[in-house]
């Protein structure tokens, strides 16, 4: 599959975006329920970036789109589509993020916040799942069908999230005394998260696509080559679905998407002990490398997909 | 609405002769044209005579090789097939239920896929959707486009009875091109397929789809068909008068 920046940069940058809402709407939650000593003035930064980073992620899928002035039909289908039900819940977090953000800069107690922090988190985590199930759903595109490919999606939009809240409360909060805890944690997700792509990848070089040429053109069990293509250029159909990655490229990648992934969560942990920088050199480490990760895996998860039409050509 | 109609009793389909086209590109050029107007048209036809031609067609004539093979009806020679790939208009198809406008739709009459470009947004799900690759992207509108089952002759009181068929299957010059209602039994095209053993395309990815492609008939098996003894032609006894003849005109 053609792997398009759009769609690329939306998925990364959103996910980062929807992860961090869920982490802040949990930890609204849970210490308002604990009646902590609150951090309204963080919340209030990472409230505000989340939703930056969601909404500039959700436009960039805008420049996926032929009509993108129409794109508020795809609301409708929500009985149906998951791209329908991706953008219903996206903008339904927007309700609990808005609500949260004046209640927290009226500085209103009571159960209240909590409530708004629970209901943007069970939603930021309905639209991340949703995103995922849209590319999980396409049967001609087995690759997707994998039952790892929800799972690692979530995780890492829960770790590029969590990454970014980490520097949003280093920057903002004068204490750093849980940094290389929050770091240590943060880098066991991202080892739990490399392990889950390298099962996943093993398991796509392995499994061949499920139909043979020959099942294409309704002569199953016959070896069937292409003989003449119907079109001397390409089309639509060839420049979108029938991306080839050269398998050393593909490497390179994969050993590039891992090193970031895991090497940069490490790597801030060691310099988080070493105490040298400032307080939030770490976090910004984490987070930069994290998304890095991000990036390199969403391309890779695009560009090695193949398609079943691929088989007519 | 993306969310599939009841099953119709009406399934409007094409049933596509392997056996007796020739890849003559007569079904996608005429397509081509009549979708140059219409509910479908223009289609896009960008540098026609450039660097770099691009455009959308809703047929596309494949053409490939078929190796040798021994089959349960005798050694089976190799031969090239010509596949016209277009839109089979499948009973549950995700083409329609991915869609998150509603663009994409099923007409609940007569069973034909369509999308409506007034709604279609061109997010292009619907193309990864389809296994066939039966929807196409169009750069210069910015919608999707797909074969339309030629739903503006069908029903067209402009043109004559007889030629209210898709224009693909009346510019078929070999008669590989059918079209009926292939949810009624009793149809021309519903004998045909049960007749030649029509089959559908890629079933198990349960799109279950309308149109049906007639397999090649089984050839007599020809000197490099496997299983063949090796016995030359020529070797064979010719019949005396002409061995006769051939001894007068050679002297």
């Not at chain 2, 399934?11 to 007796?20: A, C, E, F, P």
């Amino acid at each position: 599959m053609h792997p398009a920046l759009s769609v690329i940069f939306f998925t990364t940058l959103s996910g980062a975006g929807f992860g961090l809402l869920l982490w802040l709407g949990l930890s609204v939650a849970l210490l308002q329920l604990r009646s902590a000593p609150a951090l309204p003035a963080t919340w209030l930064w990472a409230l505000g970036t989340g939703t930056a980073l969601a909404v500039i992620g959700l436009l960039c899928s805008l420049a996926h789109l032929g009509r993108p002035l129409r794109a508020w039909r795809a609301l409708s289908q929500w009985r149906t589509s998951w791209l329908s039900r991706e953008g219903v819940l996206a903008l339904a977090c927007l309700v609990p993020a808005i609500v949260l953000g004046a209640l927290l800069w009226r500085g209103v107690e009571g159960p209240l916040p909590g409530v708004a922090g629970a209901l943007l988190a069970l939603l930021a985590l309905g639209t991340v799942v949703c995103t995922a199930m849209i590319y999980a759903s396409l049967p001609p595109i087995p690759a997707w069908r994998h039952p790892l490919v929800v799972p690692v999606y979530l995780l890492f939009a829960l770790l590029t999230g969590m990454a970014l809240m980490h520097l949003v409360f280093a920057l903002r909060l004068p204490l750093g005394r849980d940094g290389p805890m929050a770091l240590a944690l943060l880098a066991a997700l991202a080892l739990v998260l490399a392990v889950a792509k390298w099962l996943y990848w093993r398991d796509i070089d392995r499994t061949p696509l499920p139909a043979t040429r020959g099942d294409a053109v309704g002569l199953p069990g016959r070896e069937v080559s292409v003989f003449e293509r119907p079109h001397t250029g390409q089309n639509f159909i060839t420049r979108e679905m029938a991306f080839v990655l050269a398998r050393r490229h593909s490497r390179l990648l994969r050993l590039l998407a891992t090193a970031l992934l895991a090497g940069a969560p490490l790597l801030a942990c060691l310099l988080a002990a070493a105490g040298t920088g400032p307080v939030w050199g770490a976090p910004a480490l984490a987070f930069a490398g994290t998304l890095a990760a991000s990036f390199v895996e969403r391309w890779l998860f695009f560009a090695e997909a193949r398609h079943v039409v691929t088989l007519y050509y | 609405m993306t969310a599939l109609p009841p099953p119709s009793k009406k399934k409007l389909g094409l049933v596509i002769d392997l056996d007796t086209c020739v890849g003559c590109h007569a079904c996608a050029t005429s397509c081509k044209e009549w979708n140059s107007g219409g509910i479908a048209g223009p289609l896009p036809d960008e540098q026609p005579y450039g660097r770099e031609p691009s455009g959308v067609w809703f047929n596309r004539v494949h053409s490939y090789e078929v190796a040798p093979a021994r089959t349960p009806s005798g050694p089976q020679p190799a031969m090239t097939l010509h596949f016209p790939r277009s839109c089979l208009h499948c009973e549950t198809p995700a083409c329609v239920t991915v869609c998150p406008t509603g663009a994409s739709y099923k007409r609940a009459e007569d069973g034909i896929v369509l999308v409506d470009e007034d709604k279609c947004i061109g997010c292009k799900l619907c193309s990864w959707a389809c296994p066939y690759g039966a929807r196409e992207y169009s750069a210069v509108e910015g919608v999707m486009k797909k074969c339309t089952l030629c739903v503006d002759r069908l029903y067209n009181e402009n043109l004559d009875p007889a030629e209210r068929v898709p224009a693909c299957v009346q510019a078929c010059p070999t008669r590989a091109r059918h079209f009926g209602d292939l949810g009624d039994p009793d149809s021309e095209v519903s004998k045909l397929v049960a007749g030649r053993g029509g089959v559908a395309l890629m079933p198990e990815l349960g799109y279950r789809p309308v149109n049906r492609y007639l397999p090649p008939r089984p050839r007599r098996a020809g000197g490099d068909a496997e299983g063949d003894d090796g016995a030359e032609p020529a070797t064979r006894e010719k019949p005396s008068l002409s061995r006769w003849l051939g001894r007068m005109l050679r002297r």
